[in-house]
C-alpha cells in the first residue's frame, strides 16, 4: 500500500514538473512574439516618421532649383505686357545674344507691338519693331509689319565652291535695314501658308573686325566675290507652306515637319543681281523602344536661280557648315548657288531634364542642281548634351569630327530645328 502511495506521489511530482516546464516554454514563446511585434512596429513607426519627413523637407535641392530655372524661362517668353529679356535671336556665329525688348499689346490684345535691341559677345547687334495681329478669323489669320536693322561684324567668307580650302578664310561685315510685311494662313492646327514682301535697303559690305583673318576685300574681289564691291537695294518677296505635326516644337519626341519656300530678289539698282531661291526643308521625329529615345532623320535642299547675266550676291548664297548645318565645320564654311543636307541624330536620356546625342552629317554644295551629288559630300560625326525642360531646348552642346579637326558648338534652339528666317545673309 505504501508501495504504491510513494508511486502516486512520484508521477503527481512528474506532472507539475512537466506543467511548470510547459509554463515557462509557453511563457517565453509569448514574451517573445511579444518582442518581435514590438521591433516591427517600432520599424514601421520609424518608416513613417522617414516618409512625413521627406514629405515636409520637399524635392531636394537641384529639383528646386531646375523647376525655378524653367518657371523663369517660362515667364521671360510669355506673351506680358512690359519690359522683358530678349535672349538670341541672330544668324549662326553670332554668340550668345542679349538685350532688352518690350511688349504691349492694343486693341484690346487683339495686335501686339514688340521692339527689342540685342548685342552678341561677338559684337553684332541687332534693333528690331514688330506690329502683329496673331489671332484673326479665330486664329486662322495673322498678319503684320517688321522694321530691322542688323550689323554683323565678323562672318566667315571661304570662297565660293565645294573645293573652298579652310586656308582662304576671310571675314567680312554686313550691315542692312530691311522694311517688310507678313501674312499667314492656318487653314487647320498642322498647315500654314505664309508669304512676306519687303525692301531691303542700305546693304553695305565693309571690312570684317575679326583678327583671326584677312578682311575679304584683301583676298577675293567682285570675280570671286559677286556683290563685293557694290550693293544694291532689294525688293524681295516669299511664299511658303509649312507642314506640322511635331508633338512639342520645342523639343520634339514624335511627328515631323515639313517646309517649302519660293523667293525672289529684285536689284533695285544695277540689274545685275536679281535671282530666285527654292528651299525645301523637312524632319521627322521618331521614337524608339521609349518616347523619349528619339531618331530625327533630317534633310535640305535649295535651289537658286538667275537669269542669263544675273549673279547671286556671295552674301545671299545657300551656306553650310555650324551648328545647324554640318557641325565638324565652321560657320559658312561652304557656300554656292545649290545645298544638298542630310542629318541623321539619335538621342535619349541621361537624367529628367539631360539628354545625350549621336549624330551623323552630310552636306554638298554645287553651281547647278545638276552638280550636286552625295558622293562628294563633307561629312562629320559627333556626340552632344541637350538640356531642356518640358517644352523647349534650353541648352545644347555638341562636339562634332570632320576632315577638318574637331569642332565644340553651342546653340539654343531645337536640334535640326526649322531653318532660319533671317532675309540677309543666307542663314542655314
Known amino acids: 500500500m505504501k508501495r504504491l502511495h510513494h508511486h502516486h506521489d512520484r508521477r503527481t511530482t512528474l506532472f507539475r514538473t512537466c506543467a511548470l516546464v510547459a509554463a515557462c516554454a509557453c511563457a517565453s514563446t509569448v514574451g517573445a512574439q511579444e518582442t518581435r511585434a514590438d521591433l516591427l ?40 505686357d512690359g519690359f522683358h529679356p530678349q535672349i538670341g535671336g541672330m544668324i549662326p556665329g553670332a554668340g550668345i545674344a542679349v538685350g532688352p525688348g518690350y511688349r504691349h499689346h492694343l486693341f484690346g490684345d487683339r495686335a501686339t507691338v514688340d521692339a527689342s535691341g540685342t548685342v552678341s559677345w561677338r559684337q553684332y547687334t541687332m534693333a528690331r519693331a514688330r506690329v502683329e495681329w496673331p489671332q484673326l478669323f479665330t486664329n486662322r489669320l495673322s498678319v503684320g509689319a517688321e522694321l530691322k536693322y542688323q550689323d554683323f561684324s565678323k562672318i566667315n567668307f571661304y570662297g565660293i565652291g565645294d573645293g573652298s580650302s579652310k586656308a582662304d578664310r576671310t571675314n567680312y561685315r554686313l550691315k542692312d535695314a530691311n522694311v517688310l510685311g507678313f501674312a499667314t494662313v492656318r487653314p487647320n492646327p498642322w498647315l500654314s501658308i505664309g508669304s512676306r514682301v519687303g525692301i531691303l535697303k542700305r546693304v553695305e559690305i565693309a571690312a570684317g573686325t575679326s583678327p583671326l583673318s584677312p578682311t575679304t576685300g584683301d583676298r577675293f574681289d567682285e570675280a570671286t566675290a559677286p556683290g563685293l564691291t557694290r550693293q544694291p537695294d532689294f525688293l524681295h518677296a516669299d511664299v511658303s507652306v509649312a507642314v506640322d505635326t511635331q508633338d ?36 521627322q521625329y521618331i521614337p524608339l523602344f521609349h518616347k523619349s529615345w528619339v531618331l530625327t532623320l533630317h534633310g535640305r535642299a535649295v535651289l537658286s536661280n538667275s537669269a542669263a547675266g544675273q549673279e547671286v550676291p556671295f552674301y545671299l548664297l545657300p551656306t553650310l557648315g555650324g551648328s545647324n548645318t554640318l557641325r565638324g565645320f565652321a560657320d559658312y564654311r561652304f557656300r554656292d548657288r545649290n545645298l544638298l543636307l542630310f542629318n ?4 535619349w536620356p541621361l537624367f529628367r531634364a539631360l539628354d545625350a546625342a549621336l549624330f551623323y552629317d552630310a552636306g554638298t554644295v554645287a553651281p547647278s542642281a545638276q552638280a550636286l551629288s552625295m558622293r562628294q559630300a563633307h561629312t562629320d560625326y559627333g556626340a552632344g548634351l541637350r538640356l531642356h525642360s518640358a517644352g523647349r531646348t534650353i541648352v545644347r552642346v555638341d562636339v562634332a569630327r570632320s576632315p577638318e579637326g574637331i569642332r565644340a558648338s553651342i546653340g539654343f534652339t531645337a536640334p535640326l530645328g526649322a531653318p532660319s528666317r533671317t532675309v540677309v545673309p543666307y542663314a542655314p
Open 41 to 80: 512596429a517600432q520599424e514601421r513607426a520609424a518608416k513613417a516618421q522617414e516618409a512625413d519627413a521627406s514629405v515636409s523637407e520637399g524635392p531636394g535641392w537641384r529639383e528646386r532649383l531646375f523647376s525655378w530655372g524653367e518657371s523663369q524661362l517660362q515667364d521671360a517668353s510669355a506673351n506680358r
Open 248 to 283: 512639342v516644337p520645342g523639343y520634339p519626341t514624335s511627328g515631323g515637319r515639313y517646309r517649302v519656300s519660293v523667293a525672289s530678289f529684285h536689284d533695285q539698282d544695277y540689274a545685275r543681281y536679281s535671282f530666285r531661291r527654292l528651299d525645301a526643308d523637312a524632319a
Open 344 to 347: 541623321v541624330e539619335y538621342r
